[in-house]
Nanobody, 115 residues
Framework: DVQLQAYGGGLVEPGGTLRLSCAAS????????MSWFRQAPGKGPEWVSS????????IYAESVKGRFTISRDNTNKELYLQMNDLKPEDTGTYYC????????RGPGTQVTVSS
């Protein structure tokens, strides 16, 4: 079974940084594009970023472009999201999915940006 476990969230002040990780198992990680989504309280899921099978430059939602960086480690089957200059509107539950398949989402990790 596909398992994706996001972790690394927390409470941070505006302007702060966090690095999220997502541990993958149950499939050949290196064979798939991977993505991060987030969901704010009371809102629907929002796509954040995606990265190709081999890594390299990712693609980003306009709301996070220039502040977030996606990366991956195919050897250790991990996906990352470096988040800099965090804003209150970045608050939400962050989770990773295989490709853009919401059925593969696992438990997310909570990010709260507040002073």
């Amino acid at each position: 079974d596909v398992q994706l476990q996001a972790y690394g969230g927390g409470l941070v002040e505006p302007g702060g940084t966090l690095r999220l990780s997502c541990a993958a198992s149950g499939f050949d990680f290196a064979d798939y594009t991977m993505s991060w989504f987030r969901q704010a309280p009371g809102k629907g899921p929002e796509w954040v970023s995606s990265i190709g099978k081999s890594g390299g430059a990712g693609i980003y939602a306009e709301s996070v472009k220039g502040r977030f960086t996606i990366s991956r480690d195919n050897t250790n089957k991990e996906l990352y999201l470096q988040m800099n200059d965090l804003k209150p509107e970045d608050t939400g539950t962050y989770y990773c999915v295989r490709q853009l398949d919401a059925r593969t989402r696992g438990p997310g990790t909570q990010v709260t940006v507040s002073s």
